[in-house]
């Protein structure tokens, strides 16, 4: 392998991984936070991506379209909380499980009836499409490191959040009492709604920018899921410095692999994981 | 009584990230003798019952069960070894009767778990020891109740009726009377009476009254760290002990 | 008494004889028998599913690896053109996919609830690329069986697995021994402690039970028949493909044993004959079916959450 090829495989392991990670910090949030572990996580990842497809045939303004399709998922994650995952505190792992596969269902039907299930594209934006030079013979798309910069940037505004406003605060303390949080005078299904609701924005988002990287096809919901269970299994759930590693060390075993290894490509994670299990079965920084 | 130790702890420490729960506990414990821990809140009684029990792991230190040490062994290790616990927060199977609680601590002794084909209802021994189990503590009434009916005292009958039904050589008590009125206190003390003639029990309760009648022996604890043990007599009549109720806001008498 | 509930009792002896006669009332008609007979195959995984679910306590969305496993094991051991014995290739196959069970086990049952649920759809979602992405295993196309096995026990002839009446009658055969078996284990000593290990874990360990290896039996013995489903599978339509390791398999199968009523084993059948029948009709009607499917599921859990079988209980359990 060339060091030209490795720097770019870096790079785009990295930028996976970082992609991956904002998917998975907010499945970490709203499992830290509300004890849910929601299976259409992943949808909202897909939806996403349709809504950020569909408007920007309509507006041919990819800003436009992210900002809309953000507050379109934020406004789904508000009425999916107060209509659905309201129901589940206090119920057990089963009723989770099949709640959100019956929304993953749903989710799936939606996106075939509104979009089809054709292959979809976004072009990347006009002032990104240009491409770095590395070396003499190799480019980086600039897009690419535009997903990476944003993912850093969301990372750091969660970062700040969570440990510096009133918000984060009450988000730290429910994660570990909830019931103090409710005596406390805190409308506690107010800040379950809302950690809900950025939970399943921070995956669409994710969604969205990942759009002009790859086609938009129905299952990729699922697929994205997984790696994202993958990274959580591997980082110790409930840890968002394990999430951020874990998702670093999958972005590039993935993309390695499908570099060295392409017989073995897409089982690389999962090996990586069984091996993470057989040493430590809760996660490299499980809390 | 036998002058060697069936249980006994050396420099037995616990710390949680900084917080200590247990300093340098050596305790001896010895067969057919009941010996009472107690303490204020906070002085680590149940950390080292679970500590005893192999629910938690030592920091430092030994545990020694009839002269192997044994605090490295995996938690369900210890109750094969023969050491019984009974739990403060009531810790049954709530949806299945009173036999057949302690049908599944008997099957532990006497095997054939794994056998799954015959039917659990043709074991007559295994449903007689249990019900031994139950008349020894006097729930021979309410054999075949469900556990989640009776009543809470009962309960906690049941609670050791379980542990018994495991043949052990020691019993951990973790506040079996917890929460009981006089009346079944008293069976409970009546019981125990009648236990610590068989076993080896350490008893950590709140109840003055009950751990003065029946302790042999009786160990004060204070913040995670051994104050003094010895009779009943010289515990009571000890200013340090005193002193740590009182400080503490506890009545002792 | 085996089945020592008045409803399972109803349930057995209403079933298994209109299943029964059923091939007699559809005479002229082998799509429904074999339609009838692809439920009852489903019915077999599920069931094994709702025993670890259900009656263990173990919730895990990578089942279908095992249903996968059963047909891509098949073809790996049975010889292409030569027609093998049927029970000899059962007994092959459920001890290779125990062995395969024990090692998965051994990985996943240290750990609990979410964890598990993930960690066990990791797992199926790898054995799925390793098989769609393999050549050896025909990729995303699967595998062709060629000569179906011969079912003779000392050179008598019991079923033609080519005939669809015959394929149903052993199928509908190894439907009850499953539930016959479950129920047998349900009741056992081993059952017994899977019982207590499922209502109390931490007093189970307290009385010195060695839970993880209890999950482990218990683990290896509902995957090994979970491949046997999936065997039969294979041999119905005469090839194996990835497809049955998706996770939607085993998302399905979850759904249906909780529609039928979860841990009731024999809710297993119930809620995969409803839910088949569903999917059946509302896949003529619209090819939006998941649509409904979804929202069905999402009812179900809100409001009907003891499953058909827990409804039926309720109303014919007297005490």
Same mark, same amino acid.
Request: aromatic content about 12%.
């Given at each position: 392998?060339? @060091?030209?090829?490795?720097?770019?495989?870096?790079?785009?392991?990295?930028?996976?991984?970082?992609?991956?990670?904002?998917?998975?910090s907010g499945l970490t949030l709203v499992f830290g936070v509300m004890g849910i572990l929601n299976l259409?996580h992943?949808?909202?990842?897909?939806?996403?991506?349709?809504?950020?497809?569909?408007?920007?045939?309509? @507006?041919?303004?990819?800003?436009?379209?992210?900002?809309?399709?953000? &507050?379109?998922?934020?406004?789904?994650g508000i009425?999916v909380e107060r209509t659905l995952i309201q129901r589940l505190y206090r119920r057990n792992h089963l009723d989770q499980v099949?709640l959100t596969?019956?929304?993953?269902?749903?989710?799936?039907?939606?996106?075939?009836?509104?979009?089809?299930?054709?292959?979809?594209?976004?072009?990347?934006?006009?002032?990104?499409?240009?491409?770095?030079?590395?070396?003499?013979?190799?480019?980086?798309?600039?897009?690419?490191?535009?997903?990476?910069?944003?993912?850093?940037?969301?990372?750091?505004?969660m970062?700040?959040m969570i440990n510096r406003t009133r918000l984060g605060m009450l988000i730290r303390a429910g994660e570990s009492n909830r019931e103090m949080v409710e005596c406390l005078g805190i409308d506690i299904s107010r800040l379950y709604t809302i950690v809900f609701a950025i939970g399943v924005?921070l995956?669409?988002?994710?969604?969205?920018?990942?759009?002009?990287?790859?086609?938009?096809?129905?299952?990729?919901?699922?697929?994205?899921?997984? $790696?994202?269970?993958?990274?959580v299994?591997?980082?110790g759930m409930g840890s968002i410095?394990g999430a951020?590693?874990?998702?670093?060390?999958?972005? *590039?075993?993935?993309?390695?692999?499908?570099?060295?290894?392409?017989?073995?490509?897409?089982?690389?994670?999962?090996?990586?994981?069984?091996?993470?299990?057989?040493?430590?079965?809760q996660?490299?920084?499980s809390s | 009584?036998?002058?060697?130790?069936?249980?006994?702890?050396?420099?037995?420490?616990?710390?949680w990230?900084?917080?200590?729960?247990?300093?340098?506990?050596?305790?001896?414990?010895?067969?057919?003798?009941?010996?009472?821990?107690?303490?204020?809140?906070?002085?680590?009684?149940?950390?080292?019952?679970?500590?005893?029990?192999?629910?938690?792991?030592?920091?430092?230190?030994?545990?020694?069960?009839?002269?192997?040490?044994?605090?490295?062994?995996?938690?369900?290790?210890?109750?094969?070894?023969?050491?019984?616990?009974?739990?403060?927060k009531?810790?049954?199977?709530?949806? $299945?009767?009173?036999?057949?609680?302690?049908?599944?601590?008997?099957?532990?002794?006497?095997?054939?778990?794994?056998?799954?084909?015959?039917?659990?209802?043709?074991?007559?021994?295994?449903?007689?020891? $249990?019900?031994?189990?139950?008349?020894?503590?006097?729930?021979?009434?309410?054999?075949?109740?469900?556990?989640?009916?009776?009543?809470?005292?009962?309960?906690?009958?049941?609670?050791?009726?379980?542990?018994?039904?495991?043949?052990?050589?020691?019993?951990?008590?973790?506040?079996?009377?917890?929460?009981?009125?006089?009346?079944?206190?008293?069976?409970?003390?009546?019981?125990?009476?009648? =236990?610590?003639?068989?076993?080896?029990?350490?008893?950590?309760?709140?109840?003055?009254?009950?751990?003065?009648?029946?302790?042999?022996?009786?160990?004060?604890?204070?913040?995670?760290?051994?104050?003094?043990?010895?009779?009943?007599?010289?515990?009571?009549?000890?200013?340090?002990?005193?002193?740590?109720?009182?400080?503490?806001?506890?009545?002792?008498? | 008494?085996?089945?020592?509930?008045?409803?399972?009792?109803?349930?057995?002896?209403?079933?298994?004889?209109?299943?029964?006669?059923?091939?007699?009332?559809?005479?002229?008609?082998?799509?429904?028998?074999?339609?009838?007979?692809?439920?009852?195959?489903?019915?077999?995984?599920?069931?094994?599913?709702?025993?670890?679910?259900?009656?263990?306590?173990?919730i895990?969305?990578?089942?279908?690896?095992?249903?996968?496993?059963?047909?891509?094991?098949?073809?790996?051991?049975?010889?292409?053109?030569?027609?093998?014995?049927?029970?000899?290739?059962?007994?092959?196959?459920?001890?290779?996919?125990?062995?395969?069970?024990?090692?998965?086990?051994?990985?996943?049952?240290?750990?609990s609830g979410i964890y598990?649920i993930m960690?066990?759809?990791?797992?199926?979602?790898?054995?799925?690329?390793?098989?769609?992405?393999?050549?050896?295993?025909?990729?995303?196309?699967?595998?062709?069986?060629?000569?179906?096995?011969?079912?003779?026990?000392?050179?008598?002839?019991?079923?033609?697995?080519?005939?669809?009446?015959?394929?149903?009658?052993?199928?509908?055969?190894?439907?009850?021994?499953?539930?016959?078996?479950?129920?047998?284990?349900?009741?056992?000593?081993?059952?017994?402690?899977?019982?207590?290990?499922?209502?109390?874990?931490g007093?189970?360990?307290?009385?010195?039970?060695?839970?993880?290896?209890?999950? *482990?039996?218990?683990?290896?013995? $509902?995957?090994?028949?979970?491949?046997?489903?999936?065997?039969?599978?294979?041999?119905?339509?005469?090839?194996?493909?990835?497809?049955?390791?998706?996770? @939607?398999?085993?998302?399905?199968?979850?759904?249906?044993?909780?529609?039928?009523?979860?841990?009731?084993?024999?809710?297993?059948?119930?809620?995969?004959?409803?839910?088949?029948?569903?999917?059946?009709? =509302?896949?003529? =009607?619209?090819?939006?079916?998941?649509?409904?499917?979804?929202?069905?599921?999402?009812?179900?859990v809100i409001?009907?959450?003891?499953? &058909?079988?827990?409804?039926?209980?309720?109303?014919?359990?007297?005490?």
């Amino acid at each position: 392998m060339t @060091t030209s090829l490795f720097f770019v495989q870096l790079i785009n392991g990295l930028q996976y991984g970082l992609l991956l990670f904002l998917i998975a910090s907010g499945l970490t949030l709203v499992f830290g936070v509300m004890g849910i572990l929601n299976l259409a996580h992943g949808s909202m990842y897909m939806v996403g991506a349709y809504l950020a497809w569909y408007f920007v045939q309509q @507006t041919d303004s990819f800003t436009l379209s992210a900002l809309i399709s953000a &507050i379109i998922a934020l406004l789904i994650g508000i009425v999916v909380e107060r209509t659905l995952i309201q129901r589940l505190y206090r119920r057990n792992h089963l009723d989770q499980v099949l709640l959100t596969i019956g929304m993953i269902f749903v989710f799936n039907a939606l996106q075939s009836i509104l979009w089809g299930n054709d292959p979809l594209g976004v072009q990347v934006p006009e002032a990104m499409s240009a491409a770095i030079p590395l070396t003499e013979v190799v480019e980086y798309p600039v897009y690419r490191i535009f997903v990476a910069l944003v993912c850093v940037a969301i990372a750091a505004v969660m970062y700040f959040m969570i440990n510096r406003t009133r918000l984060g605060m009450l988000i730290r303390a429910g994660e570990s009492n909830r019931e103090m949080v409710e005596c406390l005078g805190i409308d506690i299904s107010r800040l379950y709604t809302i950690v809900f609701a950025i939970g399943v924005m921070l995956a669409a988002v994710a969604g969205v920018i990942a759009a002009p990287m790859s086609s938009i096809v129905p299952g990729m919901g699922e697929h994205v899921l997984i $790696a994202c269970f993958v990274v959580v299994v591997i980082g110790g759930m409930g840890s968002i410095k394990g999430a951020f590693i874990g998702a670093l060390l999958v972005g *590039l075993v993935d993309t390695f692999a499908s570099v060295l290894l392409p017989q073995l490509s897409s089982m690389m994670i999962y090996i990586l994981m069984a091996f993470i299990l057989l040493i430590k079965p809760q996660g490299l920084f499980s809390s | 009584m036998n002058n060697n130790p069936i249980l006994e702890t050396e420099g037995l420490c616990k710390h949680w990230d900084g917080l200590k729960a247990l300093d340098d506990i050596s305790l001896k414990f010895h067969d057919r003798e009941l010996h009472g821990i107690v303490g204020p809140n906070g002085a680590g009684k149940s950390t080292l019952l679970n500590l005893l029990c192999g629910h938690y792991k030592p920091t430092s230190g030994r545990i020694i069960h009839k002269g192997e040490p044994i605090d490295a062994i995996k938690p369900y290790a210890y109750a094969r070894r023969g050491i019984g616990r009974s739990f403060q927060k009531t810790n049954i199977y709530p949806s $299945a009767t009173c036999l057949e609680n302690c049908c599944v601590a008997v099957q532990r002794r006497m095997g054939g778990s794994f056998d799954f084909l015959r039917s659990r209802n043709r074991q007559q021994v295994l449903e007689e020891i $249990a019900g031994d189990a139950l008349d020894k503590v006097g729930l021979s009434a309410r054999r075949d109740e469900v556990a989640a009916h009776i009543s809470y005292g009962e309960q906690r009958q049941l609670e050791i009726a379980m542990v018994l039904a495991t043949s052990p050589c020691v019993l951990l008590l973790d506040e079996p009377m917890a929460g009981m009125g006089h009346e079944e206190s008293q069976l409970i003390i009546e019981l125990l009476k009648k =236990l610590k003639r068989e076993y080896c029990i350490v008893l950590v309760e709140h109840d003055m009254d009950a751990v003065f009648e029946l302790s042999d022996k009786l160990t004060v604890m204070v913040d995670g760290r051994h104050l003094t043990t010895g009779s009943v007599d010289q515990v009571r009549d000890d200013p340090r002990v005193r002193e740590a109720y009182l400080g503490q806001g506890d009545e002792v008498y | 008494m085996l089945f020592n509930k008045r409803t399972e009792r109803y349930f057995v002896w209403v079933f298994f004889p209109l299943a029964l006669l059923m091939p007699l009332f559809l005479e002229q008609n082998t799509f429904y028998v074999s339609k009838l007979t692809t439920v009852m195959i489903f019915a077999i995984f599920v069931m094994s599913l709702d025993y670890l679910v259900g009656r263990c306590g173990l919730i895990t969305l990578g089942h279908a690896m095992f249903y996968g496993l059963g047909g891509y094991i098949f073809v790996m051991i049975a010889p292409e053109y030569e027609a093998v014995n049927f029970w000899i290739y059962t007994f092959y196959i459920c001890a290779i996919a125990a062995a395969v069970a024990l090692v998965i086990g051994f990985l996943v049952l240290r750990t609990s609830g979410i964890y598990m649920i993930m960690i066990t759809l990791a797992f199926a979602q790898m054995a799925y690329y390793f098989f769609s992405d393999s050549l050896d295993f025909g990729g995303n196309d699967g595998v062709f069986i060629y000569v179906k096995p011969d079912t003779s026990i000392f050179g008598l002839s019991l079923f033609d697995l080519e005939n669809p009446v015959h394929f149903y009658y052993l199928c509908l055969l190894s439907l009850f021994n499953t539930l016959f078996f479950f129920r047998l284990v349900t009741r056992s000593r081993f059952g017994r402690v899977i019982d207590s290990i499922h209502e109390n874990p931490g007093r189970t360990t307290a009385l010195g039970y060695n839970i993880f290896l209890f999950r *482990l039996m218990a683990y290896t013995l $509902a995957s090994a028949l979970g491949a046997y489903a999936g065997y039969l599978f294979t041999l119905q339509y005469g090839f194996v493909n990835p497809s049955m390791l998706a996770w @939607t398999t085993s998302g399905s199968a979850l759904v249906m044993s909780i529609l039928g009523g979860i841990g009731t084993l024999y809710g297993a059948i119930l809620g995969t004959l409803v839910y088949e029948g569903l999917h059946f009709s =509302l896949e003529h =009607l619209t090819e939006h079916w998941l649509l409904f499917m979804g929202a069905l599921i999402i009812l179900m859990v809100i409001l009907f959450k003891n499953g &058909i079988a827990g409804y039926l209980e309720n109303l014919l359990e007297r005490r």
